[in-house]
């Protein structure tokens, strides 16, 4: 008897123990039992890069011209012969070879004797720029926020000749400025060939636009194009220069252009899953992440970005009709969801102070914005089209409290935000009126159709509104027109914000542009800017979705 109850006792011990460390892995990490299937599929889905060769189409001059993007602009010098067919040396040093298009992968260079013997090494920078004015403006001494090291100037060294060298470095550009560092005066060297290995996930090529498309909205769309082909790496890369990595806000946008152009669903998936795989142990994501040296995340807690990964997967769910993928993160979207429940108050507002401390909240590279109505806004948005994948998957009982919850701060928003004298919503203490604040009411619900087209109508005759800073928020903006019904307007700001880029000479579209700073930098440094990002490509999203609006 005794011997039996020691056997029964021994035994409760041990559940209790294996029950108790269960419970504490659990408590630590929240997907613990899904991260290594998560990570495994991402690793499924990683592309294989397509690699082409590209050959340099000419020698081009930097002029300085105040009509000019950023001051400067490239003129055709000639040949490529130029650089072929003489020694290179002090006088010739600071050629810029224009390569035709931007471009993201590898340089290599080869270099001859041309008289004598190499009696010493030679040394010679190459400087890789997006834009004119990158190659033009000094980078030392280096007064920007970010490291030094992402602006693209490489320095090589070689000893003999002949020799062929590939830069290590991926680098993004269209122009390389090669400078002469040193050499003995008893040889002669020069150039036998430069190329490119260019890379990119991208493999087809999307139909053609209506015939009756205007030629400012095509540019527009082949543009956007160059931009996602570029940024589509192995991931969505934000910027294939700088940063280069997963950000979830620009991955949401590039998804959205994908499913309009190439069609590249097996990336999207791969995004998401790495996205869930590398959030932190409680379930709230990291904004971005990194796939070298091994996937990994940054540790950021970035408010919106962690909204915008549920409307992320409800798209991709839908366009796509892979339940699976849905049903495989749906416990990610499903915890994002306890932020608005964190910081929604008693009264249906949320406390955009509180979650200001406590978070990064983004909204757009713009100083002075107030995001209390982008935040109140952004909120119903997730709740609604989280609510939205739940009834696609069959989970609506899991968060049956979702549209009760969506309609309390949607009533609360407009009655605390909108300011029925003047038509327009406001945001925080000084009563700030913004094109981001109306886009997120707009796109909430809370504005009824007359109210956001009358709102949006007002907003260019407000002298102090605070306007986009980048083409992130005005993806919103142009969003906010369409879903306003003002499909004319929509046109229009399209046409005038990207086809301002085209006008001013972009290869690709940028990271920051303001018409009325084209030196504007978060970073304290223009040429450290992306000039091919993200969240620029997504006028390929509308143009192509809405024929009716931007083909006609």
């Not at 005794?2 to 209790?16: D, H, K, M, P, V």
């Not at 094109?435 to 907003?459: D, H, N, P, R, T």
Request: charged content about 20%; some cysteine.
């Amino acid at each position: 008897m005794t011997s039996t109850l020691a056997r029964i006792y021994t035994s409760l011990l041990l559940f209790s123990i294996i029950t108790f460390t269960s419970t504490q892995i659990t408590a630590q990490d929240l997907y613990a039992p899904f991260r290594q299937a998560w990570l495994k599929k991402a690793e499924e889905y990683k592309p294989t890069l397509t690699e082409t060769i590209k050959h340099p189409v000419g020698v081009v001059k930097l002029e300085k011209d105040a009509a000019a993007f950023q001051g400067w602009k490239a003129v055709n010098a000639g040949g490529i012969e130029q650089l072929y067919n003489k020694s290179f040396n002090q006088k010739s040093s600071g050629l810029v070879v224009d390569f035709g298009e931007h471009m993201t992968g590898y340089c290599t260079f080869t270099l001859k004797t041309l008289r004598g013997d190499m009696d010493a090494p030679l040394r010679l920078k190459l400087t890789f720029g997006e834009v004119p004015a990158e190659l033009a403006t000094p980078f030392d001494p280096y007064p920007g926020g970010l490291s030094r090291a992402w602006l693209q100037d490489e320095t090589v060294t070689v000893s003999v000749l002949p020799a062929t060298v590939t830069i290590l470095r991926r680098v993004a550009f269209r122009y390389v400025k090669i400078e002469w560092l040193g050499s003995s005066s008893g040889f002669e060297f020069g150039f036998s060939d430069i190329q490119f290995k260019a890379s990119t996930s991208v493999t087809v090529t999307p139909p053609e636009l209506a015939a009756t498309t205007s030629p400012i909205i095509k540019e527009i769309d082949r543009i956007g194009l160059a931009t996602l082909k570029e940024c589509m790496q192995t991931v969505y890369e934000d910027g294939p220069k700088r940063d280069r990595r997963l950000w979830i806000g620009d991955t949401y946008l590039e998804s959205l252009a994908n499913l309009y152009s190439f069609k590249n669903d097996a990336l999207t998936k791969r995004c998401l899953y790495l996205l869930a795989g590398l959030s932190n142990e409680d379930g709230i994501l990291n904004a971005n992440v990194f796939e070298l040296p091994e996937p990994h995340p940054q540790k950021s807690r970035l408010l919106d970005y962690c909204f915008l990964y549920n409307v992320a997967l409800k798209e991709y769910v839908a366009a796509t009709g892979d339940k699976q993928t849905g049903l495989d993160l749906w416990p990610v979207a499903k915890k994002q969801l306890d932020i608005a429940k964190m910081y929604s108050g008693a009264d249906g507002m949320m406390d955009y102070v509180k979650a200001g401390k406590e978070w990064w909240v983004f909204f757009d590279w713009k100083d002075g914005l107030d995001k209390q109505a982008p935040l109140q806004g952004i909120a119903i948005y997730t709740l609604n089209q989280t609510y939205a994948l739940a009834k696609l998957l069959g989970k609506e009982n899991e968060v049956a409290e979702l549209p009760a919850m969506a309609k309390k701060l949607k009533e609360a928003a407009h009655k605390n935000l909108y300011d029925k004298t003047t038509g327009l919503f406001i945001s925080g203490p000084n009563k700030q009126v913004s094109y981001g604040g109306q886009a997120w009411m707009i796109l909430s619900g809370v504005a009824s159709k007359a109210e956001a087209q009358k709102a949006l109508k007002a907003l260019p005759a407000v002298t102090d509104a605070v306007h986009p800073g980048a083409p992130y928020m005005y993806h919103y903006y142009i969003a906010a027109l369409i879903e306003s019904g003002l499909k004319a307007e929509a046109k229009e700001a399209l046409t005038s914000y990207w086809g301002g880029m085209v006008k001013k000479g972009a290869d690709t579209f940028w990271e920051v542009y303001d018409p009325n700073d084209e030196l504007k930098s978060p970073y304290n440094f223009f040429p450290v800017n992306s000039y091919c990002h993200a969240w620029s490509c997504t006028p390929v999203y509308f143009i192509r979705k809405y024929p009716e609006i931007f083909q006609q």
